[in-house]
């Protein structure tokens, strides 16, 4: 069995004074390990990842259910290569995407590993504590915005189509599985 790495972190802006955190401009950095050839276990990878955000999320807030409502949309339209997954996710707040700095607000280090049975990656998920109604749906989101900037306009198409047939595949059977 293979595993994959994927690292978000998320830095505050030095040169602001807003004491309202959600609301100031982050930088992010994003390393996945992953090859982006395999457009299929990248789907996999992908379904995995935003199955763990959102069963950690499930107990904690809104946010879950407007990440899963986002993302349902999207993957129901057709993600293309313009689509631009951050915007309007919260309004004033905006991502730039940065090399991988040492000290982060906020990281996400995840292994992502196969499992037959399913149709999506098994997820080790570790994380620093606090904010993770904020942060972990803008993680699933820039690993969404990394795999359209990363593969060309076919591959996209099947990634969508995977996505779209395996997000809910059996969904049943997994219920309170750990993930």
């Known amino acids: 069995m293979s595993k994959r790495n994927l690292i978000v972190k998320f830095y505050d802006d030095p040169n602001t004074n807003d004491e309202d955190i959600l609301l100031k401009e982050k930088d992010a950095s994003i390393i996945y390990s992953g090859s982006y050839a395999d457009?299929?276990?990248?789907?996999?990878?992908?379904?995995g990842y935003w199955k763990k955000i959102s069963y950690n999320l499930s107990?904690?807030?809104?946010?879950?259910?407007?990440?899963?409502?986002?993302?349902?949309?999207?993957?129901?339209?057709?993600?293309?290569?313009?689509?631009?997954?951050?915007k309007d996710y919260r309004p004033g707040f905006s991502i730039n995407i940065v090399e991988d700095k040492f000290r982060a607000v906020k990281a996400y280090k995840s292994v992502l590993e196969d499992n037959v049975n399913i149709p999506f990656s098994l997820v080790n998920l570790k994380c620093s504590?606090?904010?993770?109604?904020?942060?972990?749906?803008?993680?699933?989101?820039?690993?969404l915005d990394l795999i359209i900037r990363s593969l060309t306009k076919n591959n996209l198409?099947?990634?969508?189509d995977e996505v779209k047939k395996n997000y809910y595949k059996n969904l049943e059977d997994y219920i309170g599985y750990p993930f």
Request: net charge negative; glycine share 8%; hydrophobic share 40%.
């Open 129 to 143: 504590y606090g904010g993770e109604n904020f942060y972990a749906p803008k993680s699933v989101l820039l690993f």
């Open 59 to 86: 107990g904690l807030s809104e946010e879950g259910s407007n990440l899963n409502q986002k993302l349902n949309n999207l993957i129901s339209q057709g993600i293309k290569k313009d689509t631009n997954v951050l």
């Open 157 to 160: 198409e099947i990634f969508n």
């Open 39 to 47: 457009t299929y276990a990248l789907a996999r990878d992908f379904i």
